[in-house]
């Protein structure tokens, strides 16, 4: 028998469950796209975005997924036969790479283990080693969701401003922003880009680029940039140009409502909130992978997002089916050369404990229903952690 009814719980890294404001909030007539209330929308979101990124510099706005971000931010700074080195740590920043080599830049690789994190010693070596290639741009990712690590973004810039202070620092913040502090003046980053659709609590369609000014000097002559993405055509004083067309009303509406959201909650709030939830699916993992079945991907435990965990598992594909077809919880597939061996479990955005613990007790469930080797206990570890965490001053 099935015991699922009601909404799915999403447990996927993106998109992510949408708030009921988020969607009452899109759930309006369609306006005038010079009228001054969307012209101001408009202002309120770019200011509050680059907060978001922490940064003093511009951002934009693209109709467009992560992967549009990625080619906004390849073509406005970078010109054919340009050189730049991709930091491997998972699937996402590779897929970056491909992008940039499609668009006729060279592309060095710095391999990774997709159980550990970007290490800034071995990107300060290997650019000191090669000194003499002409590298543009350092591409990495903060959170990648396919292997579920976070990288040092701090250490990694001072690793290549130490040796390379002219290359352009660019970092995929699309599983980050939202989630965890991201301070992209601070850690010297030059281009940072997210997505609306995973700590932003926004449908997808969105996402967003923000450039340091040392970005927007090497923009003035790269040679790949193109009537949609680019910066300068964008920074125009008309508001169609902010969009390059006719502006996303509806998606505007809602990412509004989701920025108020995480505003009024306060920005510490919803950062601590994401690590104590995630540090609570931790628990129960680490619980669980006493059975010799199941096990983290990252082995160091301070590389651990607390945006998604990826789980290793030999034929995941029973497990997920069980938590969706019977119960309505929907895993996240391994992504990758992790496809097939292993689910993910996605704890970023619109999250609480009710959600959280509703997933880790029906995977508990499904590993116990299909006879998969687990510690037990798992749920009630997550329990106990959150029960400290949260207790309330005496």
């Not at 609306?196 to 090497?218: C, E, I, R, W, Y």
């Amino acid at each position: 028998m099935r015991i699922r009814a009601g909404r799915d719980f999403l447990a996927i890294p993106g998109p992510t469950t949408i708030p009921d404001e988020v969607l009452q909030a899109m759930h309006r007539p369609a306006v005038d796209i010079y009228a001054e209330p969307l012209i101001a929308l408009t202002e309120s979101l770019l200011h509050d975005l680059s907060r978001l990124f922490g940064t003093s510099g511009r951002t934009y706005i693209y109709i467009a997924n992560g992967h549009g971000a990625w080619e906004a931010a390849l073509t406005n700074v970078l010109s054919r036969g340009d050189k730049i080195l991709v930091l491997e740590s998972g699937r996402f920043a590779l897929d970056w790479g491909e992008a940039a080599t499609r668009l006729g830049v060279e592309v060095d690789l710095l391999k990774g283990d997709w159980r550990r994190a970007v290490r800034p010693a071995e990107v300060e070596a290997h650019l000191s080693k090669n000194r003499t290639d002409n590298i543009k741009a350092v591409l990495a990712t903060h959170i990648d969701t396919s292997s579920g690590v976070v990288n040092d973004i701090a250490a990694i810039g001072q690793a290549i401003k130490a040796v390379r202070r002219d290359a352009l620092f660019m970092v995929d913040a699309v599983a980050s922003l939202g989630c965890v502090p991201f301070n992209m003046d601070f850690w010297g980053v030059d281009i940072a880009l997210a997505g609306s659709q995973k700590g932003l609590m926004t449908p997808p369609g969105l996402s967003f680029v923000a450039a340091s000014d040392h970005a927007h000097n090497v923009h003035q002559n790269a040679g790949l940039r193109t009537p949609y993405w680019d910066w300068t055509s964008r920074d125009g004083e008309s508001h169609y140009q902010k969009y390059a067309g006719t502006p996303p009303e509806h998606l505007m509406f809602g990412l509004r409502q989701a920025l108020d959201m995480l505003f009024n909650e306060g920005l510490e709030n919803v950062f601590l909130r994401h690590r104590v939830l995630a540090e609570a699916v931790r628990h129960a993992v680490d619980v669980w992978k006493t059975g010799n079945a199941i096990d983290f991907n990252i082995t160091e435990p301070k590389e651990r997002s607390d945006a998604v965990t990826t789980v290793l598992m030999a034929n995941p594909g029973q497990l997920q089916d069980y938590c969706d077809r019977q119960c309505g919880v929907v895993l996240g597939a391994g992504f990758g050369r992790m496809k097939g061996k292993a689910f993910r479990i996605a704890h970023m955005g619109h999250i609480n404990a009710p959600t959280v613990l509703g997933i880790l007790a029906v995977i508990e469930l499904g590993l116990t229903a299909l006879g998969i080797p687990h510690g037990e206990g798992g749920v009630q570890a997550a329990i106990k952690y959150l029960s400290e965490a949260t207790k309330p001053n005496t």
